[in-house]
């Protein structure tokens, strides 16, 4: 093992505790803002229960994000110096408009909503909100916009061993990006319409007064739950189904455009992906070894299912021709199976917010009194303990999904750092010790172990204590307005 080596376990370990809270920040902002506009708009009090208690929430997420991130950017000229040297010129105009315009922008108005309770203006203390979350949406696509670059770079020239820039606006239009940013924001979304299906399952089964694992007694909850609270996390957990369904949707066609722009600018990351050898006209789609689809491969990767799909030996041996001798191959088995988690994963928890919503549609309108005959407001079906506790042993799902298909984009890259231009092993700092390596790889995992783990413990005692007071009591609401709600998680 050399420094190389570590330097690559070092930047992933640090990459993948910092994205465990990047998708939930971006998601669950949004989220919270559609939960104060609905109060805004209707100005029932559950929906400024529900800001609150998910704000809380958000902001401690937020929190961790930006401290887990601060070692990222220290990392490229600690040891990645060559690569800096070789993408700085390009990196610098997205990387500059991500701090100074969307992160001050984000933190700024992040700032005003958290002290500007009773202080604004509803309308405008509403307004900062989304005006952090546009921020933070802004950031993520400058961000996503340098790492599509390192997949298919486009609008530079290389100049003395150094990329410069010769179009900022082909760099940030980037096809790779165009594709990446909806992909990856809408994977946030159902990261954190997973993380608040989950929450209210658990705060369902706790105001039921239910264990979480049938068998174990009453839940720590044993009180009367009231009409009006039992409504309350029905509504979220009814717009956060809403807002993952949606999502997967949009996750599932950006994930097909990708597939295609993959089969052109990447064609060993997709040959590794599916475990395909050689160059196979009307390739089959493997879903496990041994279990394949006929001609999938080729229908997703060109709409054509008879289309010729590269193979990982046959884009070996052509780039040993154009590049020189070297391993062009990934970490096959890595690559592999990221595809498959990513997919599978990311599929249940879709799958789980269809049937949720499905269970708890809109039931039969319930009669007045026999001799009026009238019919009452129509009442929603109540959420089963099985299907809430089935939302709350689901919230490792969209992460873990989402972390793999991290594993298999930039894996998947390897031995690149920037596709057909600066190879990993040229890319890591030349003065940097195999011991230096190891000491800051150590004291980083050590250290964002115990942040993550800080992380868990806050967010689990904000969630148990649920919401600072209850909310005043009143008719429960009819039906969840998440009908009202949806075009303001999804826009």
């Not at 887990?68 to 110096?81: A, K, P, Y």
């Not at 196979?280 to 054509?304: C, K, N, Q, W, Y």
């Amino acid at each position: 093992m050399d420094a190389l080596d570590l330097a690559r376990w070092q930047f992933g370990v640090t990459t993948v505790y910092h994205f465990l809270f990047v998708p939930l920040t971006i998601g669950l902002g949004v989220f919270v803002a559609g939960l104060q506009t609905a109060w805004n708009r209707t100005g029932k009090e559950h929906y400024l229960t529900l800001t609150k208690f998910f704000g809380k929430l958000f902001l401690i997420n937020f929190a961790m994000g930006v401290v887990t991130g601060l070692v990222q950017e220290f990392q490229f000229g600690m040891n990645w110096s060559q690569y800096s040297t070789f993408v700085g010129d390009v990196f610098g105009a997205p990387l500059a408009l991500e701090a100074l315009l969307a992160f001050f922008l984000e933190s700024t108005f992040l700032g005003l909503w958290i002290f500007g309770w009773d202080r604004l203006p509803k309308r405008l203390h509403l307004a900062c909100l989304w005006a952090a979350v546009i921020g933070s949406n802004l950031s993520a696509y400058f961000i996503l916009a340098a790492n599509a670059w390192m997949k298919h770079p486009v609008g530079y020239e290389v100049v003395d061993g150094r990329a410069r820039m010769t179009d900022l606006w082909a760099v940030l239009t980037n096809s790779t990006a165009l594709a990446q940013v909806p992909h990856v924001v809408a994977g946030a979304f159902v990261v954190a319409g997973g993380f608040v299906i989950a929450v209210s399952g658990y705060r369902i089964l706790r105001e039921r007064g239910l264990a979480l694992v049938p068998g174990r007694g009453p839940g720590p909850d044993t009180a009367t739950p009231t009409p009006q609270r039992t409504g309350m996390w029905r509504t979220s957990l009814r717009a956060a189904l809403v807002m993952t369904a949606l999502a997967g949707v949009v996750v599932a066609g950006t994930g097909d455009t990708s597939g295609r722009l993959l089969a052109e600018q990447q064609p060993m990351k997709l040959a590794a992906a599916e475990g395909l050898r050689h160059d196979t006209a009307g390739a089959s789609f493997s879903i496990v070894p041994g279990v394949e689809v006929p001609r999938l491969l080729s229908l997703l990767s060109a709409h054509d299912p008879g289309a010729t799909v590269q193979g990982i030996d046959d884009i070996q041996a052509r780039y040993e021709k154009t590049f020189g001798p070297a391993d062009y191959r990934p970490d096959l088995p890595v690559v592999f199976w990221s595809f498959r988690v990513m997919i599978t994963f990311g599929m249940a928890t879709v799958g789980l917010s269809v049937l949720g919503l499905w269970l708890t549609r809109g039931g039969a309108s319930r009669r007045g009194s026999r001799r009026g005959g009238r019919r009452g407001a129509r009442a929603g079906r109540p959420v089963p303990a099985w299907f809430a506790r089935a939302c709350v042993l689901a919230l490792p799902l969209p992460t873990a999904a989402i972390v793999a298909g991290w594993l298999l984009s930039e894996i998947g890259r390897q031995p690149w750092t920037v596709q057909g231009e600066l190879m990993t092993a040229a890319s890591v700092s030349p003065g940097v010790s195999l011991a230096e390596v190891g000491i800051t790889l150590a004291v980083f995992t050590v250290l964002y172990g115990v942040l993550a783990l800080a992380e868990g413990a806050l967010l689990l005692r904000h969630v148990k204590a649920g919401p600072e007071a209850p909310a005043p009591a009143g008719p429960a609401p009819a039906e969840p307005d998440e009908a009202r709600l949806a075009p303001t998680l999804m826009y």
